[in-house]
């Protein structure tokens, strides 16, 4: 297949990008798997921006938004890109209001909410399922749209670059070979302008607030064509999933109960009762996540307790209801009345802060590729992301990369004589008959992952991780060649590679910033004041 554009995702990100493009030629959207797993569908919280002055929040501004970002990003965030995107927030709302995007209102007003790290009630939300709410929107004006073509159940399997090919040019991106999953049969999809908007990686984890299908594909495929990466080392744990070790079922393991409930009051306590993050933090619960998640874990090791929990039984009896009444009715059916019984929580691996290194465009390194929303690393969320940034970034950046792109690469401009792709080979056509091996090293890399290299690190656990991957590197090749690959293989060998990138990142830092905590460094040093930067020879 050919078309002027090639999107892979169907989230906030992909969609910003895919829709505008549609005024200048023909897109593809792919999907691994239905168009509604995205994280943008999973995101709870809201979106947060800076509204017209006689309905933004007394006393919030633009520089009120942008000091906010740039202090939760622990001094690695690029003020031009905070500036840009943030300076931007009320074109994007009102693009997700084009779209059809319905946020809560009071009365003529839209209602606001407050979250960790801002200093003002900015968040726009749809309830307590901000994210389902933009996704329905989204994707609906996405499929009434002709010049777009959704493709679910397609997994892009590796980008296919001129280098690959071996053609005497500048490196640049011409398209990706794509699993189609109800045949089994690899495609070629032919494109010059290809955008990665995957999302992130939080299944690369034991516990994980994210979609199943977040196993950092568009990462893993950026590498693999030999793209620049940056700042893989900061993975932003969500402070409070909820944690019930009898609730069975993916919902119970990676139920997130959004932040925006410690910014209605929701209040951080250990078993006996005590708000333990004010020893940590004036700002307590609403402290940037970073602070929070480091203080729960600090908190439970102190304790020798399995969690935390996050206190709201002194709101008014039917605020949790009327005000999250997604997270009111989940709570319920795992047993729990938040309005009787403080909910508890744990953390649990959530944001992905770096990713393929682009500018606010998000451009790569290589030519014709773009990466827009979790997958890239634009300079916004630094060394931590402040709450509802990633929305925001999604819908603005999408939008800048195809004004970038049609500068470029205008459509009625070939960027090069095009080269024969080769179809695909599978390594051999025997189906994988040992499936029980890729069961135990997906399990054994998000164990190791969250043993050795999440909240709080060591130089020695770092070690002890790179050691094992690499050898599951190793197995993981092999069967990759060695049999006709499917879904489960492709985001085996998909997780492998990103969770390689993030504790070479994170041995690279020899300080503690931001997401990146460790024991053996724990201050945070002048010379490390940079991006950690990765690319494969």
Known sequence: MTSDFLVVGAGIAGLSFALRAAKHGKVTVLTKGKAEESNTAWAQGGIASVLPESLRAEGDSVESHITDTLGAGAGLCKEEVVRRI?????DAIEDLLGYGVKFDKEGDRFALGKEGGHSHRRILHARDTTGREVARAMLQAARNEPNITLLEDHFVTDLITSARLDVVS??????AYVLVRETGQVMVFRSDRVVLASGGCGKVYLYTTNPDSATGDGVALGWRAGATMANMEFIQFHPTCFYN??????????F???????GEGGILRNGKGEDFTKKVDPRGSLAPRDIVARAIDQEIKRTGAACVYLDVTHKPKGFMKEHFPYIHATLLKFGVDCEKTPIPVVPAAHYMCGGLKTDVTGKTTIRGLYAVGEVGCTGLHGANRLASNSLLEGNVVGRLALEEMMRIYPPDKPVMD????????HGDVAEPDELVVIYHNWDEIRRLMWDYVSIVRTDNRLRRAAARLRNLKKEVREFYWGHR?????????NLVAVAGLIVECALRRRESRGLHY???????????????TLRKF
Do not use: C, M, Q
């Not at 997130?256 to 410690?262: D, F, N, Q, T």
């Not at 690959?485 to 060998?493: Q, S, T």
């Open 86 to 90: 943030v300076e931007e927030g009320d």
């Open 256 to 262: 997130l109960v959004s932040e925006a409930v410690r």
């Open 245 to 254: 070790p009898a609730a069975t079922g993916p919902e119970a393991r990676s």
């Open 485 to 493: 690959v499917n879904a489960d293989i492709l985001e085996l060998r």
């Open 418 to 425: 095009a080269p024969v792709i080769p179809e695909w080979h």
């Open 170 to 175: 500048n490196d640049r991106v011409l398209g």
């Open 518 to 532: 460790t024991l053996d460094y724990p201050e945070t040093e002048e010379r490390f004041l940079k991006d950690t």
